[in-house]
């Protein structure tokens, strides 16, 4: 079955700067890469997605990256602010033609520095 | 409703009692999935229903975990003779039908086994 793998696992930026997080997976038929953000005592919260059929996308200061070929994901944060500071988790999925599972990676702590 | 509701939202238990987490869905998503977190881990994958069907429940650890969607809207999620390994943050989400898995999550029951 499909494995995730996300790296760092903590992360600590000074405000105004990019934090990037990296994933791989495993399952070539994935097809479907959202981002959740979770905040403490939360559940998790979408952020944005990305599928197959695309190589990059934007929204606002978030941005994402997908290399199919090499099974990569990554997740940008520009001009960081303090309420970024939050766990990040990616995950990946077959369902963008039928819902699926989704599998998660192992989350990224974030912080963001004064 | 407006969100995905789970109840309770903090749930303590004997080791050995019976459980049952309720998830009521976004209305009208017909995708329903039950994750599990434990402290400091990504959302771990348990069972997710299209309709009333359990389309994959290749995630439920053993057979002391059983859950149901009879009407194709509220789920709930049953533990039998409960272990202290069972303690975990136990996630509902909800996606409105096949073709996208954008999930929404839920808060979350935080269950303690003691």
């Known amino acids: 079955g499909e494995n995730v793998e996300q790296h760092p696992s903590t992360l600590s930026v000074q405000e105004g700067d990019s934090a990037v997080i990296k994933c791989t997976y495993s399952?070539?038929?994935?097809?479907?890469f959202p981002w959740y953000k979770q905040e403490l005592g939360k559940g998790p919260q979408l952020i944005i997605d990305?599928?197959?059929?695309?190589g990059e996308k934007k929204d606002q200061r978030i941005a994402v990256t997908l290399n199919k070929t090499a099974k990569h994901f990554s997740l940008h944060i520009t001009e960081t602010q303090p309420e970024d500071s939050a766990v990040y988790f990616c995950a990946a999925s077959t369902g963008y033609s039928s819902a699926s599972k989704i599998i998660f990676g192992s989350g990224t702590r974030l912080s963001i520095r004064p | 409703g407006a969100g995905v509701s789970q109840t309770p939202s903090n749930k303590v238990t004997e080791k050995g009692k019976y459980v049952e987490l309720r998830c009521d869905p976004i209305?009208?998503?017909?995708?329903l999935y039950w994750y599990r977190q434990s402290l400091g881990q990504g959302p771990e994958f348990l069972i997710y229903?299209?309709?009333?069907?359990?389309?994959?429940d290749s995630g439920l650890p053993n057979d002391r975990f059983f859950a149901v969607r009879p009407e194709g809207s509220v789920s709930t999620l049953k533990i039998q003779r409960t272990e202290r390994g069972d303690s975990a943050v136990y996630l509902c989400a909800s996606s409105l039908m096949p073709g996208t898995t954008e999930a929404f999550f839920g808060q979350g029951t935080r269950l303690t086994v003691v």
């Open positions: 399952d070539s038929a994935s097809n479907y």
């Open positions: 990305i599928r197959s059929n695309v």
């Open positions: 209305s009208g998503h017909t995708a």
């Open positions: 229903f299209q309709g009333t069907g359990a389309a994959d």
